[in-house]
């Protein structure tokens, strides 16, 4: 990831590695919609991504009174692999295993980034629960087949059960919400492109 500036990387074990909002930037799809909107972010939000510690369950991610602990991250990276594996239609082997944990920094990254998207969706007061989450989770047991394939499935993704599965639901949704909030806040309508023209009429005028 390119370095902004705002992003200190850990080269000695048990210094803290800040990660600010700036580093959503290195995604070129979400630049485009962000870059106006890092404001409300970089004033508020900032991440501290402890170095192992010297307890049991140490916190890997803080964010302001949330945190993740180790055990926490680790229960998100088995997911997240296993979905990878899932989807190239293989098994998850211990060799598999060993190949994938080189995305572990990467995916560490991305975990903060998610909890800075959720936490800024919730800000905006902006839900995914109730009916609509209920609806949600009915579609993707009706997709599994029947109940035996959706527990196979709550147990090879590795998201065990019901209420894990409804939390990355609702997570992912709030992000799409958030994305979607911004994105909009971006349009610009006929009424302000009429009046932007307005007054640079003349910086539009064709010479003779």
């Given at each position: 990831m390119?370095?902004?500036?705002?992003?200190?990387?850990?080269?000695?074990?048990?210094?803290?590695?800040?990660?600010?909002?700036?580093?959503?930037?290195?995604?070129?799809?979400?630049?485009?919609?962000l870059i106006p909107t890092l404001a409300?972010?970089?004033?508020?939000?900032?991440?501290?991504?402890?170095?192992?510690?010297?307890?049991?369950?140490?916190?890997?991610?803080?964010?302001?009174?949330?945190?993740?602990?180790?055990s926490e991250f680790e229960e998100r990276f088995d997911i997240a692999i296993r979905s990878v594996v899932a989807s190239r239609g293989m098994e998850m082997t211990d060799d598999v295993r060993a190949q994938l944990e080189?995305?572990?920094?990467?995916?560490?990254?991305?975990?903060?980034?998610?909890?800075?998207?959720?936490?800024?969706a919730r800000e905006r007061d902006l839900s995914?629960?109730?009916?609509e989450l209920d609806a949600r989770i009915a579609e993707i047991?009706?997709?599994?087949?029947?109940?035996?394939?959706?527990?196979?499935?709550?147990?090879?993704s590795g998201i065990g059960d019901e209420d894990t599965l409804r939390m990355l639901v609702q997570e992912n949704e709030l992000i799409n919400l958030?994305?979607?909030a911004i994105e909009a806040e971006q349009e610009i309508g006929d009424d302000e492109l009429r009046t932007a023209y307005q007054a640079r009429r003349d910086q539009f005028a064709v010479g003779e």
């Open positions: 390119p370095n902004d500036g705002a992003t200190r990387r850990p080269t000695q074990p048990g210094r803290t590695h800040i990660v600010r909002p700036g580093s959503l930037l290195a995604c070129p799809d979400m630049r485009r919609i409300f972010l970089a004033s508020s939000l900032a991440f501290v991504l402890a170095q192992v510690q010297h307890q049991d369950d140490p916190v890997v991610l803080r964010l302001g009174e949330q945190v993740e602990t180790l080189a995305l572990r920094p990467a995916f560490l990254e991305q975990r903060a980034q998610e909890i800075v998207l959720v936490s800024e995914f629960e109730g009916e047991r009706a997709n599994s087949g029947d109940e035996g394939s959706f527990a196979e499935l709550l147990v090879t958030l994305f979607g």
